[in-house]
């Protein structure tokens, strides 16, 4: 599986002193052959004690091999993504799965997710990405 990447907590987003969230995105298995089935799981933490909103977590499958663009919204424009979920993260901790039948075309694919404070918000808290490969 591959690892996160987990970017810094937006500035007023939490109480003092919190335990910040975390977001983790695996892909399994990392490398498919066509027609086979990998799942994509997205969990988050975080402190519902002292989160002062609604964490809302939006993820992509990206098709083009390149980077996760800065927003979810600058991912949603590309051409070459899929959404795989979208919602509100009422509890902590939470596990989303999604499984998907691989097509032919082979290559590189990503993995996309960001973790917002609220649905309104226009910077993510926390970004994660995991890639898989189709040979």
């Known amino acids: 599986m591959a690892a996160p990447l987990v970017c810094g907590v ?13 977001l983790t995105v695996k892909v399994a298995p990392a490398t498919l052959r066509p027609h086979q089935s990998n799942r994509v799981y997205l969990i988050v933490t975080y ?24 927003t979810a919204k600058t991912e ?5 993504i899929k959404s795989d979920w979208a919602g509100t993260v009422a509890n902590s901790p939470f596990t989303r799965w999604d499984s998907w039948t691989i097509g032919t075309l082979r290559g590189t694919r ?5 973790l917002y404070g609220s649905k ?16």
Do not use: E, M, W
Not at 10 to 22: E, I, K, Q, R, Y
Not at 76 to 80: F, I
Not at 110 to 114: G, M, N
């Open 10 to 22: 937006a500035s007023g987003a939490l109480a003092a002193g919190a335990t910040p969230p975390t």
């Open 47 to 70: 402190d519902k004690k002292t989160t002062h909103s609604r964490p809302y977590l939006q993820a992509y499958i990206q098709f083009s091999g390149k980077g996760c663009r800065s």
């Open 76 to 80: 949603g424009a590309l051409r070459n």
């Open 110 to 114: 990503r993995v996309c997710a960001y």
């Open 120 to 135: 309104s918000d226009p910077r993510p808290l926390l970004t994660g990405t995991a890639t898989y490969r189709v040979v």
